[in-house]
């Protein structure tokens, strides 16, 4: 199970970091994405970061402002979501795939952590 935590109200122009735990596994042997989804819109892909540490932003357009990362010690994986947006507003979800950052394999799903970016 994937919990993810971090999200909240910010203004534009904020910062967020939103932290993602497992129970159950250690997500060290996986590997570790984050998507979003905003109202009336698909899910889409942010970020991943695979086993070797490797990182894949799915978004051309978000790379530069957020930042993926793993705290192996934490056994914890960040996205810090910097210069944030009101078109940033969504709720994220992290997931699991194994090893590798292949979009079919996220299997694992945490439950969502809204991120509200307005004045």
């Known amino acids: 199970q994937l919990v993810e935590s971090g999200g909240g109200l910010v203004q534009p122009g904020g910062s967020l970091r939103l932290s993602c735990a497992a129970s159950?596994?250690?997500?060290?042997?996986?590997?570790i994405g984050w998507f979003r989804q905003a109202p009336g819109k698909e899910r889409e892909g942010v970020s991943c970061?695979?086993?070797?540490?490797?990182?894949?932003y799915y978004t051309d357009s978000l790379k530069g402002r957020f930042t993926i990362s793993r705290d192996k010690a934490k056994k914890l994986v960040y996205l810090q979501l910097n210069s944030l947006k009101p078109e940033d507003t969504a709720v994220y979800y992290c997931?699991?795939?194994?090893?590798?950052?292949?979009?079919?394999?996220?299997?694992?799903w945490g439950q969502g952590n809204q991120v509200n970016v307005s004045s």
């Open positions: 997931a699991a795939a194994p090893e590798y950052c292949d979009l079919g394999y996220f299997s694992s």
């Open positions: 159950g596994f250690g997500v060290d042997y996986y590997a």
């Open positions: 970061i695979d086993i070797m540490n490797r990182t894949t």
